[in-house]
T-cell receptor, first 114, second 112 residues
Framework: DTAVSQTPKYLVTQMGNDKSIKCEQNLGHDTMYWYKQDSKKFLKIMFSYNNKELIINETVPNRFSPKSPDKAHLNLHINSLELGDSAVYFC?????????????FGPGTRLLVL | KQEVTQIPAALSVPEGENLVLNCSFTDSAIYNLQWFRQDPGKGLTSLLLIQSSQREQTSGRLNASLDKSSGRSTLYIAASQPGDSATYLCAVRPQSSYKLIFGSGTRLLVRP
């Protein structure tokens, strides 16, 4: 069983469209994250939710809106997609938001905006 | 502002060699440092996590060290194998923060 899963794996879309990426974890973790990995392979945190509450909200355009319907899911909705949004988006989870916690990553969603 | 740097960016070695990957960070106020492995087209796998109070962690052929005062960590891989080929990422968790700050990674190729 996949611990952290993301759908879709690949997403190709036109500029201006709205799209969503879904993430689910079956580890019973309380905290979930979204990261963006750009073309230079830098991974940067975007958002984090702990028990469905937003605890990290980095400087991300408000076209990006995370939604956590329950502890096991953290979805990412992107409005009015731009060319610069093309990247790999990773979801991750950890037991808690504590300092000792290892984060477990999903396989990534490769988004290409044309 | 915390910055994480990894050197070298890429490394190619013959099978069987012992090797060292380097990670440096600018602010020593961290909770922990983690090493991850990323295979092409895949997510990240956590390899080792070192708490700020620890000096090193070992798992199998991997040994990670942490010198917080100098802002450095090394990942030592013994007797490298072709299956070790991947990108290795270092990440620090700053104090008073929930987030991880990543380096850009070292791309390792172990030649048979």
């Amino acid at each position: 069983d996949t611990a952290v899963s993301q759908t879709p794996k690949y997403l190709v879309t036109q500029m201006g469209n709205d799209k969503s990426i879904k993430c689910e974890q079956n580890l019973g973790h309380d905290t979930m994250y979204w990261y963006k990995q750009d073309s230079k392979k830098f991974l940067k945190i975007m958002f984090s939710y702990n028990n469905k509450e937003l605890i990290i909200n980095e400087t991300v355009p408000n076209r990006f809106s995370p939604k956590s319907p329950d502890k096991a899911h953290l979805n990412l909705h992107i409005n009015s997609l731009e060319l610069g949004d093309s990247a790999v988006y990773f979801c991750a989870s950890s037991q808690t938001s504590g300092a000792q916690e290892t984060q477990y990553f999903g396989p990534g969603t490769r988004l290409l905006v044309l | 502002k915390q910055e994480v740097t990894q050197i070298p960016a890429a490394l190619s070695v013959p099978e069987g060699e012992n090797l060292v990957l380097n990670c440096s960070f600018t602010d020593s106020a961290i909770y922990n440092l983690q090493w991850f492995r990323q295979d092409p087209g895949k997510g990240l796998t956590s390899l080792l996590l070192i708490q700020s109070s620890q000096r090193e962690q070992t798992s199998g052929r991997l040994n990670a060290s942490l010198d917080k005062s100098s802002g450095r960590s090394t990942l030592y891989i013994a007797a490298s194998q072709p299956g070790d080929s991947a990108t290795y990422l270092c990440a620090v968790r700053p104090q008073s923060s929930y987030k991880l700050i990543f380096g850009s990674g070292t791309r390792l190729l172990v030649r048979p």
